[in-house]
């Protein structure tokens, strides 16, 4: 007779953020009827405190961490660094929200609640330490960015990011399954460590290399495309552009940290004993990311799809330390993730001080004379320019530095020459809007612009703030993260 484990409370305190965010997100919906009469904010208050709930839960887990539900989960200090990424872009999505669902005359208490869930399922993918707890997650994730990819639903944009993206992303998934069914099919297990150990062990039920190898490389295609690496990274440029700007902030860095935060987990703890199998895989991937991401983006008028084409180029660094397969990669890697999301998502809160109503202004050249009109955002968005360049004193120098530094540790000296020349390549697009703010007279949009929300002042402070600490003193977070690192105990 099957007897269940007794219940554990630790195992629901370690799961504490996911039931906060989950609890809270229904709330919002089933508030909706009583709230939206009197107050269109008071969604985006409660938005907040809920995630600042999480935050507070997430530190509290890592206090009692350990394995949860049998192992499915684990809350490290791994686990515990992405769930605070997450959860810190969940925030600085909210704050410009604020404004631009009024301006857009939205529904707020949707756009908040599907934001819950979304960092809901990131947080779950980062604690997984089983392929079908990263599988619910990644869905529980995805399925509510589509959604929010297409919020404003009379704006055809929106409803084409939206398309492409659930398309696109249902065939990625498709491949991840494969490579799940496969895995489970020559190991018996879905369990990350023992996926590991049955891959490790010498006897006569040892699985196929081969089918180790063709399940890596479809588990690979799946990720590569959450993180939109070249040669999958054909939907971000036009879902980041189509997608309301809160929206395209929030998918160019939460996402994409978890889904690198499972790429790390997968890779370096089930898959590493085959690692110089899929190590020339991810190089080339790395590689071609750079490349394609950084040239791309040369060419580009419209801001938000040069920041799609940068953030495909940022993923190209990240795979950098991946390639990298050691400890000091990953770290280098959670470290260079934390910077992205507080430059990229100030990025993309910079640009939405002059959309407007209906996102009219998106030409990199309607930032003429910002600097003149509103120097505040203009040199906040200034600190996050230079940051994704990579100009010393920034989270971006660093992140870099760590991540080239890991490379060469690992003997991978061309891919770091080809790496540095990409990040000169790119100091072009970046200096570009530099140039349009500070050394032209006021065009239209900046003159049409309206003075800074503080909601949205708040918004181009606190990543710029966490820009500059993660610039000139890194050493608490980088320590956290070479602590975190230890991926297989």
């Known amino acids: 007779m099957f007897v269940s484990p007794a219940f554990n409370p630790q195992d629901a305190l370690r799961f504490l953020p996911e039931i906060i965010l989950t609890v809270m997100g229904t709330a919002l919906m089933v508030l909706d009827p009583v709230l939206h009469k009197r107050s269109s904010y008071a969604f985006g208050h409660l938005s907040i405190l809920s995630l600042l709930a999480a935050l507070a839960a997430s530190v509290y887990a890592y206090s009692i961490g350990g394995p949860a539900f049998g192992g499915m989960l684990v809350v490290d200090g791994f686990a515990t660094f992405f769930r605070v990424v997450v959860i810190g872009v969940g925030i600085l999505t909210v704050l410009p929200s604020y404004r631009f669902l009024s301006q857009q005359h939205a529904e707020t208490s949707e756009f908040h609640a599907l934001l819950l869930f979304s960092v809901a399922g990131q947080c779950l993918m980062a604690a997984s330490n089983d392929l079908i707890m990263v599988f619910i997650g990644l869905e529980i994730s995805s399925i509510a960015s589509y959604i929010l990819a297409g919020y404003l639903r009379d704006d055809k944009r929106c409803n084409e990011s939206a398309l492409k993206y659930f398309l696109l992303g249902s065939f990625a998934t498709g491949f991840f399954l494969y490579g799940v069914a496969i895995i489970y099919g020559v190991t018996g297990s879905v369990n990350l460590t023992l996926v590991r150990a049955s891959i490790l062990s010498h006897t006569p039920q040892t699985p196929d290399p081969t089918f180790i190898a063709v399940a890596a490389a479809l588990m690979f295609v799946g990720l590569a495309f959450k993180v939109s690496a070249a040669p999958f990274q054909i939907w971000a440029p036009d879902v980041y552009q189509g997608a309301p700007t809160p929206v395209s902030a929030f998918l160019s860095a939460g996402p994409k940290a978890a889904a690198f935060a499972i790429f790390l987990r997968i890779f370096v703890v089930a898959f590493e004993p085959i690692g110089s199998r899929w190590e020339p895989l991810v190089w080339a991937c790395a590689l071609a990311s750079m490349c394609i991401g950084n040239f791309a983006a040369l060419l580009q008028t419209n801001i938000k799809r040069m920041l799609a084409y940068s953030s495909i180029a940022h993923a190209g660094y990240v795979l950098v330390a991946l390639t990298a397969r050691s400890e000091t990669g990953t770290a280098a890697a959670m470290f260079y993730l934390a910077s992205y999301a507080c430059m990229n998502v100030g990025a993309f809160c910079a640009v939405s001080v002059l959309t407007g109503k209906g996102e ?81 007279e006021p065009g239209e949009a900046v003159e049409a612009s309206e003075p800074l929300a503080p909601s949205l002042g708040l918004a181009l402070l606190l990543p710029a703030l966490g820009t500059l600490i993660l610039g000139i003193f890194p050493t608490w977070v980088l320590e956290f993260a070479t602590k975190s690192a230890t991926l297989v105990k």
């Open 360 to 440: 009219r202004f998106q030409s990199i050249e309607d930032f003429k004379g910002l600097g003149r009109k509103q120097p505040f955002a203009a040199a906040l968005f200034t600190i996050f320019l230079l940051s994704l360049i990579g100009v010393p004193l920034t989270g971006g120098f660093f992140g870099k530095f760590y991540i080239f530094k890991a490379a060469l540790d690992s003997h991978l000296v061309w891919l770091t020459i080809l790496g540095l020349l990409n990040s000169a390549v790119a100091a072009y697009y970046y200096l570009r809007i530099l140039v349009m703010m500070y050394m032209h």
